[in-house]
């Protein structure tokens, strides 16, 4: 094992570090957050911190960095209220990634790629058409992280889409059978092949 | 594709529920979390929120649910200050998924299973032995989330432990090498056998 202490940490060159710490987490959900400006200006961008944080009501979050560079899905969500979250999965993933490029605002990333926009019924947001889970979101608080300045956005889940092939009878849904990918660190991608579904568990007797 | 309204899922079987909207967000980290209380009873539990929130300083934050029943880890972390974070690979996953059973406090999981602690210098927490990644962490603080009552806990990382075979040259830990689990909704634990690395993107020139 290689032990590192946080003056170590503290001294890597940059990306290093970035490298670094953004593994040691474990893997991360692969989504696209899809916004539109008031003005109908559209945005996609790939965000690795998507977690779930209750069912009842469900809610989901995110991190943001709002004063790093402009934040498009930021400010369209605040702006809006609404959202898109949607699943990556094996066929586009190099699309998805590109969505972490720096474009101007008046350029959407559904242009510069194969990415597509599929809008439902009145939902303001864009979802990413072909994703296999697709969630309207509507915006409910965020918490500024006094640590670093980064924001965790909550969201309650408004309408939910799924392909019928991947949802199991109990609600599971099959993230394997989906191809969904999961991201390591900053920039790499894994599609699970299958996994292992394990019981409740209850204390052994003793 | 299936379409659920909110009024669907808010009219749902609690199981399906939370099967279903524990799945909804992605791939989720896969982590032991590891804490003693200040008079030596050990602790450690699967957690599925562990989160990436920066690099410098090295932060990770994770959610728990404290009013639904006695928390031991939020309770040890609280009162000593200090946790460890250890990466849940394909050897221990039948162990590591048995911590969510709920003991009594004064029952170790690390009694019940076969995981081994793992004590580091005058560290005060137990890391989890064998794991691939294990970071020593140190409590800074928490928000609580309106919207459902759960807490986000924050934590700086004080040391990390990786095997030297998984870290690469620029700083990236290859989760795949380690067989590192990833979790899919409450019980299903997968073991992603490669990745693929994308460079960092620009803007396409128009």
Not at 79 to 85: E, R, S
Not at 103 to 109: A, R, V
Not at 191 to 205: F, G, L
Request: with cysteine.
């Amino acid at each position: 094992m290689i032990a590192l202490t946080r003056t170590d940490i503290d001294n890597m060159e940059k990306l290093y570090r970035i490298n670094l710490i953004n593994s040691c987490s474990g893997y991360k959900s692969a989504n696209l957050i899809g916004t539109q400006s008031a003005d109908g200006q559209t945005n996609v961008a790939v965000f690795s911190s998507v977690t779930h944080l209750g069912s009842n009501p469900p809610v989901l979050g995110f991190i943001t960095r709002p004063t790093v560079v402009p934040r498009d899905t930021y400010e369209n969500i605040k702006k809006t209220g609404f959202y898109t979250i949607n699943h990556i999965y094996q066929d586009i993933i190099r699309d998805a990634h590109h969505t972490s490029a720096s474009y101007p605002k008046e350029i959407s990333e559904f242009d510069q790629t194969n990415l597509e926009t599929k809008y439902r019924d009145d939902f303001h947001a864009p979802f990413v058409k072909g994703s296999h889970v697709q969630i309207g979101m509507r915006y409910l608080e965020e918490y500024n992280l006094e640590v670093n300045g980064t924001i965790l956005v909550i969201g309650e889940i408004v309408q939910l889409h799924i392909n019928n092939n991947i949802l199991e009878d109990d609600g599971f849904i099959n993230l394997a059978k989906a191809k969904t990918a999961t991201i390591n660190g900053l920039d790499a991608y894994a599609i699970p092949q299958e996994h292992a579904r394990y019981p409740y568990q209850r204390p052994k007797s003793t």
